[in-house]
T-cell receptor, first 116, second 114 residues
Framework: GAGVSQSPSNKVTEKGKDVELRCDPI?????LYWYRQSLGQGLEFLIY????????KSGLPSDRFSAERTGGSVSTLTIQRTQQEDSAVYLC??????????????FGPGTRLTVL | AQSVTQLGSHVSVSEGALVLLRCNYS??????LFWYVQYPNQGLQLLLK??????LVKGINGFEAEFKKSETSFHLTKPSAHMSDAAEYFC????????????FGQGTTLQVKP
């Protein structure tokens, strides 16, 4: 079956511009996660969705970052007024049961963001 | 709070040699532990997970890991390295909240020499 997909695969933008990154989770997965992978910080959690609500936004680094999820499916991560330190690979993952021992997160291929 | 430390950012082995990637965790509750592999320009793929059912966990591609509570370790091993095992490996622990978010180690790049 189809896995987690993300678009675009690569995004180059100029400092100060806004960007939107999209994630399509596996059908039926109610939990969705965004992570960021950067050279200096490794893999960091950003935000967690259960259905359309985001009970854990603790990893968002600043108020320039926001995310939404609609229809319990597609999620969009938006970065406003991008800065060079936002350059990273943004990974999306989804899972069936976040609070059980069977929580396996399936990851998408990521979006590589470069801010010039 | 949960945390994970991977010892060694780069490990190099010869093809056919033992692979040992080290992971130590810190957790205030019984941990759920994971090893993920990331091939170049790809997302993360689950190798194996520990969920308290058995201390020796077998995963895909011949990898296994042993949970040792006394040492707070969850090291990843493979008896014989293949060239195709060259990748970056991440150890992760599930966070203490019920969200299921993962807390990752810094990663270990495995190089396999012919």
């Amino acid at each position: 079956g189809a896995g987690v997909s993300q678009s675009p695969s690569n995004k180059v933008t100029e400092k100060g511009k806004d960007v939107e990154l999209r994630c399509d989770p596996i059908s039926g997965h109610t939990a969705l996660y965004w992570y960021r992978q950067s050279l200096g910080q490794g893999l960091e959690f950003l935000i967690y969705f259960q259905g359309n609500s985001a009970p854990d936004k603790s990893g968002l680094p600043s108020d320039r970052f926001s995310a939404e999820r609609t229809g319990g499916s597609v999620s969009t991560l938006t970065i406003q007024r991008t800065q060079q330190e936002d350059s990273a690979v943004y990974l999306c993952a989804s899972s069936l049961a976040p609070d059980s021992s069977y929580n396996e997160q399936f990851f998408g291929p990521g979006t590589r963001l470069t801010v010039l | 709070a949960q945390s994970v430390t991977q010892l060694g950012s780069h490990v190099s082995v010869s093809e056919g040699a033992l692979v040992l990637l080290r992971c130590n965790y810190s957790s205030s509750v019984p941990p759920y532990l994971f090893w993920y592999v990331q091939y170049p320009n790809q997302g993360l793929q689950l190798l194996l997970k520990y969920t308290s059912a058995a201390t020796l966990v077998k995963g895909i591609n011949g990898f296994e890991a042993e949970f040792k509570k006394s040492e707070t370790s969850f090291h990843l091993t493979k008896p014989s390295a293949h060239m195709s095992d060259a990748a970056e490996y991440f150890c992760a622990v599930r966070g203490s909240s019920n969200t299921g978010k993962l807390i990752f180690g810094q990663g270990t790049t495995l190089q396999v020499k012919p």
